[in-house]
């Protein structure tokens, strides 16, 4: 095509499609430096885009977060495109009014949400590779996180890169002037404060500052300070606050190795290194004592593997497992638990006729069957005789599945007719309830 042809097609498309419009007069804008008319009509864009009449409910709000994301991704491809500095105040504007958006709508789904922090995360972007009055955005940085209900969230790190020294100065002026105004405010509503004081003391590599931060709390972040000293190759220290949290009991496995709990496994390993075999074991035992469970008593006996210390490991968590089977309802499920795990079925089934199996029963039904076919059959039985006590045509097919299990059981047990009798008896007793007769019809029950 020659060029007048094609510019002619150029100019009839963007007069079809405003966001193509937008993009060529960005273009041109960028060329030229004179971005201000496009500027704010890229605003208006944004204002008339979010304008929405009436309650947005659960069901608008999907419609409500579509027509931002395709708002987001015109935005987006401006970011990209090399003219950041053009869209840049349309993205503000998007996140201010997504922000405000949010409090007075439906967002069950989280899907508003989600195209409000994808606007903040594109105003930080195009922030850095803008050209902002570095001042003015450390200023609204502060303000507009002061004034968070919670989303979205905006750090530290990513507008600093737009930083300038005095800009700096002024976000760390204007976080000590929050910081004193809340004082005495509860965690609560000094979240976004404490949040910013942390990241200033990472950026500034004030150790010491964040690790004051991180423990002068009700829930100090041991997971945090630790990994702040060993990254720091503080190894002296960082074992210091892995003591403090074993004895603050700040170990566990379950969500272990996050910003606030310490893995119970990673500590062992770190207290092995150090010799210290004692205090490794402790930890996990200590775990499991916390958390009985299978998958802490075998965390527990590979340790112990490697340290010469899996009879002696092994009898002590039997032992309290059985202490637990004898002062608890349905503890008797751990002890099963943990003979299954060691691949006794026999000392398992006697564990459960002792104390019961509680919760344990179904592990026990399947993998105990070899053992005892006709005992792990009954096992089904309490649950049918609930499931059965009201009509439900929904569980039927369940049901029948399990009395399938339960008939290849006893089959298995040599007492297939004693399982017809009991199924006769069933049929007998609920013969009233089509739904369940076809459900066992369609098993050949």
């Not at 104390?355 to 309490?382: F, H, I, Q, S």
């Not at 049901?399 to 009798?421: I, Q």
Request: hydrophobic fraction near 40%; proline fraction near 3%; charged fraction near 30%.
């Amino acid at each position: 095509m020659g060029v007048d042809e094609l510019r002619d097609l150029v100019i009839t498309a963007a007069q079809r499609d405003d966001g193509l419009r937008r993009m060529l007069e960005l273009r041109a804008a960028s060329t030229s430096g004179d971005g201000e008319q496009v500027k704010a009509e890229l605003e208006s864009y944004v204002r008339n885009a979010l304008t929405f009449r009436g309650f947005v409910d659960y069901r608008r709000s999907f419609e409500v977060a579509e027509v931002a994301a395709e708002m987001l991704d015109e935005l987006e491809d401006h970011v990209n495109s090399g003219t950041a500095e053009v869209a840049r105040p349309a993205l503000l504007l998007a996140v201010t009014e997504l922000r405000k958006m949010l409090e007075h709508v439906d967002d069950s789904s989280g899907y508003i949400g989600d195209q409000c922090q994808r606007a903040a995360d594109l105003y930080a972007q195009a922030c850095r590779l803008g050209d902002p009055d570095p001042v003015k955005l450390a200023t609204w940085l502060v303000k507009f996180r002061a004034d968070s209900p919670g989303w979205p969230t905006l750090v530290l790190a990513d507008f600093v890169d737009a930083f300038d020294d005095k800009a700096l100065k002024t976000y760390h002026r204007a976080v000590d002037t929050l910081d004193r105004k809340l004082a005495d405010r509860d965690h609560f509503h000094r979240f976004e404060v404490d949040a910013m004081l942390l990241e200033l003391a990472d950026h500034d590599g004030d150790l010491d500052r964040a690790v004051q931060l991180l423990s002068e709390t009700d829930h100090p972040q041991y997971g945090a300070i630790v990994a702040r000293m060993r990254a720091a190759g503080r190894t002296e220290d960082a074992v210091a606050w892995i003591d403090r949290a074993v004895a603050a009991g700040g170990i566990s496995s379950h969500g272990g190795g996050n910003e606030y709990w310490l893995s119970p496994d990673d500590v062992a390993k770190t207290y092995l290194e150090l010799d210290r075999i004692d205090d490794a074991v402790g930890v996990l035992r200590a775990d499991f004592v916390r958390q009985p469970s299978a998958q802490n008593y075998r965390v527990l006996l590979d340790f112990a593997a490697g340290v010469d210390r899996v009879d002696t490991e092994h009898a002590w968590a039997l032992g309290h497992a059985e202490e637990l089977a004898t002062d608890r309802f349905a503890a008797g499920a751990v002890l099963v638990q943990l003979h299954l795990s060691d691949g006794n079925s026999e000392a398992a089934w006697e564990a459960a006729d002792r104390y019961g199996p509680g919760w344990a029963w179904k592990e026990l039904a399947v993998r105990g069957a070899d053992a005892r076919p006709v005992a792990a059959a009954d096992l089904y039985r309490p649950g049918l005789e609930n499931d059965l006590r009201y009509p439900n045509s929904k569980i039927y097919p369940d049901v029948a599945e399990r009395l399938a299990t339960m008939a290849e059981l006893y089959e298995r047990g040599g007492r297939s007719d004693d399982f017809a009798s009991f199924l006769a008896q069933l049929r007998e007793d609920y013969r009233k309830r089509p739904a369940l007769m076809k459900a066992l019809d369609a098993k050949q029950l």
